[in-house]
């Protein structure tokens, strides 16, 4: 099985194909998008994140070679719930009993370090 070099044919294309269409990430790749991200990477680093990209690539083109034609587009696989309750009215606690567990306060409010200074 011959693979073609697409970014070698292409001057700047940045994937690597064969026959079956599996995609491979080449070392260039994994320094373009380094370089995106602003990292700098070692040639070990290089070498090994060119395998792990190739690989998660692999398993996207083994998912893209299912047949879908008979599956409905959906946005949610399961359905949504609202797992919260309803937001009613009820009755609070009890002002003296709030402040009491306060640091510092000043008549009925907290009293906070200022955060903002002019």
Same mark, same amino acid.
């Given at each position: 099985?011959?693979?073609?070099?697409?970014?070698?044919?292409?001057?700047?294309?940045?994937?690597?194909?064969?026959?079956?269409?599996?995609?491979?990430?080449?070392?260039?790749?994994?320094?373009?998008?380094?370089?995106?991200?602003?990292?700098?990477?070692?040639?070990? +680093? +290089?070498?090994?994140?060119?395998?792990?990209?190739?690989?998660?690539?692999?398993?996207?083109?083994?998912?893209?070679?299912?047949?879908?034609?008979?599956?409905?587009?959906?946005?949610?696989?399961?359905?949504?719930?609202?797992?919260?309750?309803?937001?009613?009215? +009820?009755?609070?606690?009890? +002002?003296?009993?709030?402040?009491?567990?306060?640091?510092?306060?000043?008549?009925?409010?907290?009293?906070?370090?200022?955060?903002?200074?002019?």
């Amino acid at each position: 099985m011959r693979r073609y070099n697409q970014f070698e044919a292409t001057k700047g294309k940045r994937a690597v194909k064969d026959s079956d269409h599996t995609t491979t990430i080449t070392r260039a790749d994994v320094q373009h998008v380094a370089n995106l991200a602003r990292l700098a990477l070692s040639a070990e +680093e +290089e070498e090994r994140f060119q395998h792990q990209l190739s690989a998660v690539f692999e398993h996207f083109q083994k998912l893209s070679d299912l047949d879908t034609e008979q599956i409905p587009p959906t946005a949610q696989v399961i359905p949504l719930t609202n797992v919260m309750r309803p937001d009613a009215v +009820e009755p609070s606690l009890p +002002e003296q009993d709030v402040l009491a567990n306060a640091p510092d306060r000043e008549g009925d409010q907290f009293r906070v370090r200022a955060i903002l200074e002019f």
